[in-house]
């Protein structure tokens, strides 16, 4: 057994032999490499490909509060009625659309406490909407003004009863999501 001193290691003997046999590349690691290539160019393709899922709808309507609650009511048609046939050729197939309330939701009622102390501000509300028009979750997702649980939970209440005619994506209802902004100002 042969001890290798610091003075073998930096001979000139020591340096032509090792120049001359290149270093060779393990084959097991090119193989991890192609295999981490094709890997990444999956992940890549799952992610970015969009065409499978289309995302839910988002619709937005800004609702002024009132003092009191009202519900509306759906206005008279003023047209007359046209034959069935007419109407068909005449209207377009609905593809797509979003969520629309129904014209017989209530708007959000002014807390009382909130009005006294002359709070105002703007909120507005998440709705997951599913395929049938129901809200499912409701949810605050910003204000503007003063900050007041009064106000958030009015908008919540009223806005969970509410229905929808259902978003529609290519002739089918689909689930949405429906952001309603609810002003509250008092009329001074």
Same mark, same amino acid.
Not at 38 to 45: G, I, N, P, Y
Not at 71 to 98: D, L
Not at 179 to 184: E, G
């Given at each position: #057994?042969?001890?290798?001193? =610091?003075?073998?290691? =930096?001979?000139? @003997?020591?340096?032509?032999?090792?120049?001359?046999?290149?270093?060779?590349?393990?084959?097991?690691?090119?193989?991890?490499?192609?295999?981490? #290539?094709? %890997?990444?160019?999956?992940?890549?393709?799952?992610?970015?490909? =969009?065409?499978?899922?289309?995302?839910?709808?988002?619709?937005?309507?800004?609702?002024?509060?009132?003092?009191? !609650?009202?519900?509306?009511?759906?206005?008279?048609?003023?047209? @007359?009625?046209? !034959?069935?046939?007419? @109407?068909?050729?005449?209207?377009?197939?609905?593809?797509?659309?979003?969520?629309?309330?129904?014209?017989?939701?209530?708007?959000?009622?002014?807390?009382?406490?909130?009005?006294?102390?002359?709070?105002?501000?703007?909120?507005?509300?998440?709705?997951?909407?599913?395929t049938?028009?129901?809200?499912?979750?409701?949810?605050?997702?910003?204000?503007?003004?003063?900050?007041?649980?009064?106000?958030?939970? %009015?908008?919540?209440?009223?806005?969970q009863?509410?229905?929808?005619?259902?978003?529609? =994506?290519?002739?089918? %209802?689909?689930?949405?999501?429906v952001?309603?902004?609810?002003?509250?100002r008092?009329?001074?």
């Open positions: #057994m042969t001890a290798t001193t =610091h003075e073998n290691l =930096h001979s000139p @003997q020591l340096q032509q032999n090792g120049a001359l046999e290149p270093r060779s590349t393990s084959p097991w690691l090119w193989l991890a490499l192609i295999v981490a #290539m094709f %890997a990444a160019a999956l992940v890549w393709l799952r992610f970015a490909s =969009h065409d499978e899922v289309a995302p839910a709808p988002v619709s937005e309507r800004m609702l002024p509060a009132t003092e009191t !609650p009202v519900a509306i009511a759906p206005a008279p048609a003023t047209r @007359q009625a046209a !034959p069935a046939q007419s @109407q068909r050729k005449a209207a377009p197939a609905v593809r797509s659309r979003e969520a629309r309330p129904l014209a017989s939701n209530s708007k959000p009622s002014y807390p009382a406490a909130a009005l006294r102390s002359g709070v105002q501000g703007s909120v507005v509300a998440s709705l997951n909407v599913d049938r028009g129901n809200v499912t979750d409701a949810v605050i997702v910003s204000r503007s003004g003063e900050r007041s649980r009064d106000l958030d939970r %009015a908008v919540l209440n009223t806005v009863g509410w229905k929808f005619e259902p978003a529609v =994506h290519q002739g089918r %209802a689909v689930a949405s999501v952001r309603v902004p609810v002003d509250f008092t009329e001074r």
